[in-house]
């Protein structure tokens, strides 16, 4: 019981490592109004397995953290705050409709990042760019954002939950 509880636990630490070095790495493309974070691709990891919720979570913490220390991240550390709560509710909602799939893609997982993402984060943007016309930057950023977040989970993320639900990681590994 304690060993497969610890397996657990380094399993999200490392989608955590993971996820927080890739946004970092990628910080040009990471971080904005128009973005594309490679590492949102992880966000369908809880399809699979669900230590990866609180993996994804705690990594696009640090990475906002980190990127808010190091004057990358324009929103700053509000987006600690609002951009992990966005991760964090597609990670969960990823979860809970993972069985509901169409030609074995888990579709509505694959909504949720775009639609929490687009939303809080296009909110968020609007907020701090926009404050005097934050509706009209909301449904601007708002589908920027969603778009982004549709190209790294749609492209990346689908390929990556085939592929380990093709290589078995779950059994393997004991999740």
């Given at each position: 019981?304690?060993?497969n509880?610890l397996?657990?636990?380094?399993?999200?630490?490392?989608i955590?490592?993971?996820y927080a070095?890739?946004?970092?790495?990628?910080?040009?493309?990471?971080?904005?109004?128009i973005?594309?974070?490679?590492?949102?691709?992880?966000?369908?990891?809880?399809?699979?397995?669900a230590?990866?919720?609180?993996?994804?979570?705690?990594?696009c913490?640090?990475?906002?953290?980190l990127g808010?220390?190091?004057?990358?991240?324009?929103?700053?550390?509000?987006?600690?705050?609002?951009?992990?709560a966005?991760?964090?509710?597609?990670?969960v909602?990823t979860?809970?409709y993972?069985?509901?799939?169409?030609?074995d893609?888990?579709?509505?997982?694959?909504?949720?990042?775009?639609?929490f993402?687009?939303v809080l984060i296009?909110?968020?943007l609007?907020?701090?760019?926009?404050?005097?016309?934050?509706?009209?930057?909301?449904?601007?950023?708002?589908?920027?954002?969603?778009?982004?977040?549709l190209?790294?989970?749609?492209?990346?993320?689908?390929p990556?939950?085939?592929?380990?639900?093709?290589?078995?990681i779950?059994e393997?590994?004991?999740?």
């Amino acid at each position: 019981m304690k060993t497969n509880k610890l397996r657990q636990m380094v399993f999200a630490a490392l989608i955590a490592a993971i996820y927080a070095a890739l946004t970092l790495m990628l910080a040009p493309i990471s971080f904005g109004n128009i973005q594309i974070r490679m590492s949102e691709a992880m966000v369908l990891l809880p399809v699979l397995f669900a230590p990866s919720v609180a993996g994804v979570t705690l990594g696009c913490f640090l990475a906002n953290l980190l990127g808010a220390m190091m004057g990358l991240n324009l929103l700053g550390y509000l987006d600690c705050i609002i951009g992990t709560a966005a991760t964090f509710l597609a990670a969960v909602l990823t979860q809970k409709y993972a069985d509901v799939r169409f030609r074995d893609i888990p579709w509505l997982s694959v909504l949720m990042p775009v639609v929490f993402n687009g939303v809080l984060i296009g909110f968020e943007l609007a907020y701090a760019l926009m404050p005097e016309q934050w509706m009209t930057g909301f449904i601007i950023f708002g589908l920027e954002v969603a778009l982004g977040e549709l190209v790294a989970v749609g492209l990346f993320g689908i390929p990556l939950v085939r592929a380990f639900e093709k290589a078995k990681i779950k059994e393997r590994f004991g999740l």
